[in-house]
């Protein structure tokens, strides 16, 4: 069924709709082409002169519906060749003198349209290739609609974009008998100067009676109170809520919008409404460069998507920050330099601000730079904080990764001290005295956190658990850019120092994987922007000491790998071979190898590693003893349990003494035991060890704290080995209630003990509640951790698994072979993991019937594990019996 054909325009209809009517027929020979695409096209239309007219997707919708009229006609004159050229490139051109009378009727007939419709002032041209962000419309359309909204104030950062979605607003406006006002509002003599014009318009006293302005602004205030017609005023650009005072738009026929980069209470009463306008989204980001750029005829860049993934990647490197991208644009088009090369630049730490968002390519339709903006932003926070402390924070909070810091960090005892450093040196330098009661730095920090979230440098978010600030990237580069160099190494450090203090409290009282993990990028973000990565005066920072540890917790034991490697290069080149921090890298290093299936490997270096320990730094140095608790563990890993179990015991014996029975590497010690004692057969003696562990551990942190919680999940495995699986489901059911509560359901020490609660439930003989369990937790494994990481495979491997014990031997025996090649890719053919998979394999096919291909599989798998394990491993033996009595073919699971 075909579209029904709007009415045809009559010729005594107005001249604003014959000519919007002659427009309409001409724009729908392009049905299948957006607005935006055929403006950007008509921008690129040259006309005959060589001249290009720049038109954007709501300027041509208001053409076409009638709402305005172009003020220039060289603008129809390229709409009409832009479409007769895109219709038929070769053909005939229309006459363009009927659109020139059509043109000139309608734009002297423009003012009678609206004879009563008054404005005041000029809003800011439209912006070249303007986005229409439609979610921010709507958010400001349906304010004003509201009856109970009085005031829209639109916030956010300078550069975001606050004033041209006011300008559509204002223009979406337009009614009958309404009047509309634009204000400069950057300062209150600017507001009473646009009120006094706007009084002498409204009341038709064009000399004002010789009133001043104060007066004729007191006058229109007064006016907007009782006003007879609609108002709209926009307060533009507001940088001191006090300016407002005592001269706000306040009346029942009308609205305001207010644009500021201020967040402050003044600004908010119980009749505003916030719409926060903050970066492009990346899809937006794109659509505008590819937009910008293909209207410059030197550019390789066009509207047909060619170049999405160069432009994605610089409107991330811009942080999609509406103004960069404007002055990035400018300047590409400017100076004609390829995109690849001005990303390179941009990459560069030696390159500023200043050179790669220049002053000389302004961003259109606005005054300001980046780093005008931003330092406009910080002379505004600074006035609002105790003298020195908004820009101290605002260095600390530029060295970390920009989003979600941790509130907490930059109140550390060693961030307060850069921050009343910073106090005290502005204090010498303006020779003030800080008076009888000078604000402590804990309530500075605060008020500097405060005054920076009001002028949108950061957003600081107190009343989130726990309270966090963000940044923006360009925000923090401009703060970088003004500290000295001299100073910069002493900021990193302070940064470092803030990070370390911070997380060195974890153990004794977590604040979750959130936290951490931010930590850990706030570390990777000190990295790229820290003078010599943290490696300086003879040492590396201890914080960097953590990177290690804390990936090999999430089980992303090749990031701990390729990440260590790259310190241990930079530790090398610049501390030595011999030095301590050197030894500690290269045993991350081998942990990190043996994890990823190298176990012989592993077990190897950290031989090699731990007798150059013992002899440079000593046999009970902590670092020593750590490098030898990795060591016994791989060596259990290779098979030789009993020696493993006598390096353990005489570990824990030896770190007690030297750090104290409470210390984490005794406890680790100590659980590596009940572990071999586990793989040896003492199923009873690992569980006794491993309750007394776990009273120890619950006296000292509590019964909620995720240390006490995962030696509960080693515990709930003993108790099921020696011989009550029903015991070891209700251990397991308090653990993961537990570590849900502390650290997220998605994390992984919580996925890893939900998947032994299904792998011991199964045991007990409640399978099908198992295969259950296990499926929910493959698919929160896989959405939390990736399809490729070694837990989600091991927990697919044995949802497959026990859905052939369960009965469906079919589907495990075809999921199985599926998911061997996987897991052998990603963890390597001789991990245990990898030929524990062989080994279910066998088993599910045994059960199926299948004993020819079961005993197959199970003899190259012997073979495997004999060169691997050894053949007096656990897992060596299981599969030797599996062999000689296949009823025994169910072994364990984990």
Not at 188 to 205: C, D, F, H, N, P
Not at 507 to 528: H, I
Not at 674 to 686: E, K, M, N, Q, Y
Not at 816 to 830: E, I, M, N, Y
């Amino acid at each position: 069924m075909e579209e029904a054909e709007p009415e045809e325009s009559r010729p005594e209809d107005p001249p604003r709709a014959l000519f919007a009517a002659a427009l309409t027929r001409l724009r729908r020979q392009l049905p299948h082409l957006s607005d935006e695409m055929l403006a950007a096209r008509v921008s690129r239309t040259a006309l005959p002169s060589g001249r290009r007219i720049t038109v954007n997707a709501r300027r041509l919708g208001e053409w076409l519906s009638g709402r305005s009229v172009p003020r220039d006609f060289h603008a129809v004159v390229a709409v009409v060749r832009a479409v007769e050229s895109a219709v038929d490139p070769g053909g005939s051109r229309t006459s363009i003198a009927e659109w020139e009378r059509l043109w000139r009727a309608a734009y002297d007939n423009r003012a009678a349209a609206t004879p009563d419709d008054v404005v005041v002032g000029r809003p800011p041209s439209d912006a070249a290739s303007l986005r229409q962000r439609p979610a921010l419309s709507d958010a400001v359309e349906a304010a004003l609609l509201d009856d109970s909204v009085r005031d829209v104030v639109l916030t956010g950062p300078g550069g975001a974009g606050k004033s041209q979605l006011a300008a559509a607003t204002f223009h979406r406006a337009r009614r009958p008998g309404g009047v509309r006002v634009w204000v400069p509002a950057s300062s209150r003599q600017s507001v009473l100067t646009a009120y006094a014009r706007a009084w002498r318009v409204v009341s038709g006293e064009v000399g004002g009676r010789g009133w001043d302005d104060e007066t004729q602004a007191d006058l229109f205030i007064a006016w907007l109170r009782t006003a007879p017609r609609p108002w709209l005023v926009v307060l533009d650009d507001v940088d001191d809520p006090a300016d407002l005072r005592g001269i706000r738009p306040v009346g029942d026929r009308g609205k305001t919008v207010t644009t500021t980069r201020r967040r402050d209470a003044a600004l908010i009463r119980s009749s505003s409404r916030v719409v926060r306008v903050g970066m492009f989204a990346p899809e937006e980001a794109v659509g505008y460069l590819r937009s910008r750029l293909a209207v410059n005829t030197d550019s390789d860049i066009h509207g047909d998507g060619e170049k999405d993934g160069e432009l994605g990647a610089l409107a991330h490197t811009l942080g999609h920050f509406p103004l960069a991208l404007s002055q990035a644009a400018a300047f590409l088009i400017d100076t004609g330099m390829p995109l690849t090369t001005y990303r390179r630049l941009f990459d560069d730490r030696r390159e500023t601000l200043s050179d790669l968002l220049p002053a000389t390519s302004p961003a259109d339709e606005h005054s300001d730079t980046v780093e005008t903006a931003w330092k406009l932003a910080l002379d505004r926070a600074e006035a609002l904080a105790p003298a020195g402390s908004a820009r101290a924070t605002l260095e600390l909070v530029s060295m970390l990764a920009p989003d979600g810091i941790p509130e907490a960090v930059l109140h550390t005892t060693a961030a307060r001290g850069w921050i009343e450093a910073a106090m005290t040196a502005y204090r010498d330098s303006a020779r003030t005295d800080p008076g009888p009661d000078p604000r402590s730095a804990e309530r500075a920090v605060l008020l500097a956190l405060r005054a920076l979230h009001r002028l949108s440098l950061i957003t600081h978010e107190p009343s989130r658990t726990p309270a966090s600030v963000e940044t923006h990237a360009l925000v923090q580069r401009a703060t970088r850019e003004t500290v000295p160099a001299h100073a910069l190494p002493g900021l990193a450090g302070a940064a470092a120092d803030a990070i370390e203090e911070l997380w060195s409290g974890t153990a004794e009282s977590p604040y979750g994987p959130d936290t951490e993990a931010a930590l850990y990028r706030g570390v990777e973000s000190l990295r790229r922007t820290a003078p010599g990565g943290l490696l300086r005066n003879g040492r590396m920072h201890p914080v960097l000491r953590r990177v290690g540890p804390y990936l090999a917790e999430l089980g992303r034991d090749a990031a701990e790998r390729d990440v260590c490697r790259e310190l241990l290069a930079q530790a090398r080149a610049t501390l030595g071979d011999g030095h301590r921090d050197v030894l500690v890298l290269r045993g991350q290093v081998a942990r990190a190898t043996g994890e990823l299936g190298e176990a012989a490997t592993a077990l190897a270096s950290l031989v090699e590693i731990r007798r150059e320990a013992e002899r440079t730094l000593g046999p009970s140095d902590p670092d020593t003893l750590t490098v030898r608790l990795h060591e016994a563990r791989f060596r259990m890993e290779a098979g030789a349990v009993a020696e493993a179990l006598d390096d353990f015991t005489e570990l824990a014996g030896r770190a007690a003494t030297v750090l104290g029975a409470d210390h984490s590497l005794v406890t680790d010690a100590r659980r590596n035991a009940a572990l071999c004692r586990s793989l040896t057969g003492d199923a009873v003696g690992a569980r006794d060890t491993c309750a007394a562990i776990a009273t120890a551990v619950e006296r000292r942190f509590g019964p909620g704290h995720p240390v006490t919680l995962s030696v509960l999940t080693d515990l709930g495995r003993y108790e099921g080995e020696a011989g009550d699986p029903h015991e070891a489901v209700a251990t397991y059911v308090r653990a993961v209630a537990g570590l849900e509560a502390a650290v997220g359901r998605l994390h992984r020490d919580t996925l890893i003990a939900r998947h032994n609660l299904a792998y011991w439930r199964g045991l007990a003989g409640q399978r099908a509640l198992a295969v259950e369990e296990f499926t929910v937790a493959a698919q929160d494994a896989e959405r939390a951790l990736g399809p490729g990481h070694p837990t989600t495979l091991t927990y697919r491997v044995n949802l497959a698994y026990w859905r052939g014990l369960s009965g469906d031997t079919a589907a495990a025996t075809a999921e199985l072979a599926s998911l061997r090649p996987t897991v052998d890719k990603v963890l390597g053919p001789d991990h245990p993991r990898a030929l524990r998979t062989r080994q279910q394999h066998a088993e599910v096919l045994a059960r199926a019937g299948d004993h020819t291909g079961s005993a197959a599989l199970l003899t190259t798998l012997l073979t495997d594990m004999t060169r691997v394990h050894g053949k007096d491993h656990p897992r060596t033996r299981e599969v030797a019996t599996a062999l000689e009595k296949p009823e025994n073919a169910e072994g364990p699971g984990l």
